[in-house]
Antibody
Framework: EVQLVESGGVVVQPGGSLRLSCAAS????????MHWVRQAPGKGLEWVSL????????HYADSVKGRFTISRDNSKNSLYLQMNSLRTEDTALYYC?????????????????WGQGTLVTVSS | SYDLTQPPSVSVSPGQTASITCSGD??????VCWYQQKPGQSPVLVIY???KRPSGIPERFSGSNSGNTATLTISGTQAMDEADYYC?????????FGGGTKLTVL
């Protein structure tokens, strides 16, 4: 059974930093591109970032580029999101999501599994 | 940036057909997928590559995509289908979501 379990969400002040983690199990983690998607309270889904199966390629939404860094440790079946210079508008539930298709094609596949999310609140 | 536009809300009577649209420039040239999200739950993929259903998704869910509009159709809508629905496509290396549509089953 595929499981994605996010952690690390807390209340943080504007300008602060935070690192989110996503523990994956039930599939061959290093075969798949992984994503972070967020959802502000009462709002829609917003894609944040992706990382290729090998960690060599990353992409970011314009809203987080230069402030967030996605990474992965395939030896630990874990995905991370380092969040710096946090703003109030970064307040959201952060989901990690798995690409549906394994391999070198990192753009195109939908997300077939999502975690339950971890809540990040940026507030003074 | 590429935008996907969905109606904020759609209402349907039980047993009837619900149609949720998603509009974008030349959207028919892209693959579209759809996610269902019930309150307090994570999104679930219900349609991918315009019209394919993942394992476990009921046959009453179908999709189409042509021109500038993709459509999610739910035939014989049930009360359990009441949820938010999001379309999604790729714009080069970026994932784009529609704003979401709240489906109410009256």
């Amino acid at each position: 059974e595929v499981q994605l379990v996010e952690s690390g969400g807390v209340v943080v002040q504007p300008g602060g930093s935070l690192r989110l983690s996503c523990a994956a199990s039930g599939f061959t983690f290093d075969d798949y591109t992984m994503h972070w998607v967020r959802q502000a309270p009462g709002k829609g889904l917003e894609w944040v970032s992706l990382i290729s199966w090998d960690g060599d390629r990353t992409h970011y939404a314009d809203s987080v580029k230069g402030r967030f860094t996605i990474s992965r440790d395939n030896s630990k079946n874990s995905l991370y999101l380092q969040m710096n210079s946090l703003r109030t508008e970064d307040t959201a539930l952060y989901y990690c999501a798995k690409a549906m298709v394994r391999g070198v094609i990192i753009t195109g596949p939908p997300f077939d599994y999502w975690g339950q999310g971890t809540l990040v609140t940026v507030s003074s | 940036s590429y935008d996907l536009t969905q109606p904020p809300s759609v209402s349907v009577s039980p047993g009837q057909t619900a149609s949720i649209t998603c509009s974008g420039d030349k959207l028919g040239d892209k693959y579209v997928c759809w996610y269902q999200q019930k309150p307090g739950q994570s999104p679930v993929l219900v349609i991918y590559q315009d019209r394919k259903r993942p394992s476990g998704i009921p046959e009453r869910f179908s999709g189409s995509n042509s021109g500038n509009t993709a459509t999610l159709t739910i035939s014989g809508t049930q009360a359990m289908d009441e949820a938010d629905y999001y379309c999604q496509a790729w714009d080069a290396s970026y994932v784009v979501f529609g704003g979401g549509t709240k489906l109410t089953v009256l």
